[in-house]
């Protein structure tokens, strides 16, 4: 265990390798702050971090400090955003002695709070413990003692400017990166996530793993969303760099990242035509991004790629590799639900989507005896979810032919449909439910009945109901509004929800859920058009 902080451990918090004028003063800050924590509270840390994690949080909160007086804009710009969307500038803690654009010690206790919360998962911390108060005040004393002496880091502000007229992705995409993975703020989260796959990769000692390492970091980079806000890279960097800041816009439209097999139609001096196999979509590819165009001779090649739309434009962003023509792997695309759902994205026409999801919930109202959630026991599942289809399918009043001609279409596009989708959820559970979820569809739970006593659930159990609430707020796998359900309609007869750290966690319950759920917080239509 490390038992000093040298400046290997400071730059990795940085999006530079090579030491600074300011970071001597600020590798000594943080040796400060490594002492008086390990004065104080170390024993209580060491029940969840060990030293070298202390050590990165001394790092961490020093960067905090570093970043109010070198005006980068990262923490005022989590703070901005939290207070548009709360009306208050942190969770938790009172602020109502709040000095923005200064450091306060309610920011401390927050930065503690949300780094032991990243840099291990295994427990949740409560920010109402009285240890991280404890260490947060005596910080706030060195730090005050500084205020007025700290160096700015003009080298750091750099990272996060972008000229007002950039055109390149892949400046953007830098940009963004260095946010994600080499800035203070989200190194317990994204970055050290990112390490973790990374070195699952290396692992595995595959000859193609450069090819696997650079792929998984784009896809982590475009689709991820940090702890902090539910938010991804592009939201970051537009905010960071301002809302009124030309660029800003880009980044915020910048598209999903569809990854996949296409058909090679050809090419003309800016682009490069290609045919998403699974959809039929066409996509002009700049060649501005794609340096292989010479080595595509063949129409109806096969080219598996990552694509991302900026400004307009679609460019290579992630691996990509040519193959020739392959008549099964275009059947096996055509029929894959997966495949199309790269690329729901773009035609989720969202009022048709919408008007859809509408019908169907109006439909499982009618099915449900007036409730969007279901209880049963798990091996009921699979014959009550075609009762309902069958019950949907119904209310649609078509005829024999609009079916056929349905179907015919469908095939026409290369679905067959195939999959089997009969699943045992018998093996895993012994209780159910099924929610429909407006945002998204139908929803199944296994084994949280107990989160809700309501009438029509004969499987609740209060002995069972703090488990399974929590369980249900802090799982990535279980929905926003199923979450959100279970507190609207039940929360007052939940005895977690109604004792004193409960009702606590219930003032902040979506910052809580965001930072829970991440990128499953925003529920997304589970809906394919085919045919």
Request: hydrophobic share 35%.
């Amino acid at each position: 265990m490390e038992r000093k902080i040298y400046l290997k451990h400071w730059l990795e918090l940085k999006p530079y390798n090579k030491q600074t004028t300011t970071d001597s003063y600020y590798l000594i800050l943080s040796n400060e702050i490594r002492d008086a924590i390990f004065g104080c509270e170390n024993f209580v840390l060491k029940r969840y971090i060990n030293e070298n994690d202390i050590n990165l949080l001394s790092c961490f909160l020093a960067s905090y400090f570093e970043d109010v007086i070198s005006e980068t804009n990262i923490w005022r710009t989590f703070v901005s955003i939290h207070f548009e969307l709360y009306n208050k500038k942190l969770p938790f803690y009172n602020t109502n002695e709040y000095y923005d654009d200064e450091i306060n010690e309610q920011d401390i206790a927050f930065l503690i709070w949300y780094f032991l919360n990243t840099i291990q998962e295994k427990k949740f911390i409560s920010p109402y413990n009285s240890f991280i108060k404890i260490i947060a005040s005596e910080v706030m004393q060195i730090l005050e003692e500084e205020y007025e002496f700290a160096p700015e880091n003009n080298f750091l502000k750099q990272f996060y400017q972008l000229d007002n007229n950039e055109k390149d992705y892949y400046v953007a995409r830098h940009y963004l990166d260095t946010i994600f993975f080499n800035t203070y703020l989200f190194y317990p989260d994204t970055a050290v996530k990112l390490q973790v796959l990374e070195k699952e990769i290396l692992e595995e000692k595959d000859e193609n793993v450069m090819m696997y390492l650079n792929d998984s970091r784009d896809n982590f980079l475009i689709k991820k969303a940090t702890r902090l806000l539910a938010l991804k890279a592009k939201e970051w960097g537009a905010h960071i760099l301002g809302l009124k800041h030309p660029l800003s816009i880009d980044l915020l439209s910048m598209s999903q990242k569809i990854s996949g097999y296409f058909l090679y139609k050809g090419q003309d001096e800016s682009d490069i035509f290609l045919e998403h196999i699974a959809t039929g979509k066409d996509f002009k590819l700049t060649k501005k991004s794609y340096d292989y165009y010479t080595e595509l001779n063949e129409i109806d090649c096969i080219i598996y790629i990552g694509i991302v739309q900026w400004k307009n434009q679609w460019w290579f962003s992630g691996v990509n590799f040519i193959t020739e023509f392959d008549a099964d792997l275009i059947l096996d695309e055509r029929n894959s639900a997966e495949s199309r759902m790269q690329v729901n994205f773009l035609d989720h026409q969202k009022e048709k989507t919408s008007e859809l999801l509408k019908q169907q919930l109006d439909a499982f109202l009618s099915f449900n005896n007036g409730s969007p959630i279901a209880f049963m026991r798990s091996d009921k599942i699979d014959e009550f979810t075609k009762k309902y289809t069958d019950f949907f399918n119904n209310t649609l009043n078509l005829t024999k032919k609009q079916k056929q001609e349905a179907e015919k279409r469908a095939r026409k596009n290369g679905y067959f449909n195939n999959e089997d989708d009969n699943i045992d959820f018998s093996e895993r559970s012994k209780t159910a439910l099924f929610f429909f979820n407006p945002n998204s569809g139908g929803e199944i739970a296994l084994e949280i009945n107990s989160a809700f006593p309501l009438k029509n659930n004969p499987f609740f159990d209060v002995k069972k109901s703090e488990n399974d609430i929590k369980f249900l707020l802090m799982s990535e796998e279980l929905s926003t509004e199923l979450a959100m359900y279970c507190i609207d309609n039940c929360s007052d007869k939940l005895p977690f929800l109604n004792n004193e750290i409960g009702k606590r966690y219930l003032e902040d319950i979506d910052f809580l859920l965001r930072f829970w759920k991440k990128e499953y917080y925003h529920s997304k239509p589970s809906i394919t058009y085919t045919g």
